[in-house]
């Protein structure tokens, strides 16, 4: 996991609608990463969501927002066309950002072990230094937790 004053791993992802994201040439603007499981399940549409409903205010802070997951550009295309999401989807379908943001653990559900995306979000200052980690995020409220850190930059 990445803590506060590491430097964000760089990266270059697939996003929905096909164009690609390279985390570096996005500086000197603060970046939010939120980390989440599957499109189009409950949480991470709630997440979603609530993400896209407060963008304008990222946008007007000059942050940009991206949800990262293991699905494919495909998939982020009809999760956002369903849902109307404004946050850009970035495919990671190999799992490498996920395994650099330490975000990809052992889980468990109904007694069965497995592995996958532990929601986890990651604000990166302007000069790609790890700001704040939220680990085990819990989505009612979090875009708004997030939103208000980043005010705090």
Not at 6 to 15: G, I, K, M, S, V
Not at 66 to 89: A, C, E, N, W, Y
Not at 132 to 143: D, E, F, I, L, Y
Request: one cysteine or more; proline letters at 5%.
């Amino acid at each position: 996991m990445l803590n506060p004053a590491d430097e964000a791993p760089e990266f270059t992802l697939p996003r929905d609608g096909g164009e690609e994201i390279t985390l570096s040439t996005l500086r000197p603007a603060p970046v939010v990463l939120f980390f989440y499981p599957r499109d189009d399940t409950s949480g991470c549409t709630k997440e979603a969501i609530a993400f896209t409903e407060l963008n304008a205010e990222f946008e007007a802070l000059g942050v940009k927002v991206f949800g990262i997951s293991k699905d494919t550009v495909t998939k982020h295309d009809k999760f956002r066309d369903k849902h109307s999401l404004g946050i850009p989807l970035l495919s990671d379908a190999e799992g490498d950002v996920c395994e650099s943001y330490g975000v990809w653990k052992e889980k468990s559900m109904y007694g069965k072990k497995f592995f996958g995306i532990v929601r986890t979000t990651v604000l990166i200052d302007g000069d790609g230094v790890v700001a704040r980690v939220w680990p085990k995020v819990k989505v009612v409220g979090h875009a708004e937790e997030v939103l208000e850190a980043v005010k705090a930059l």
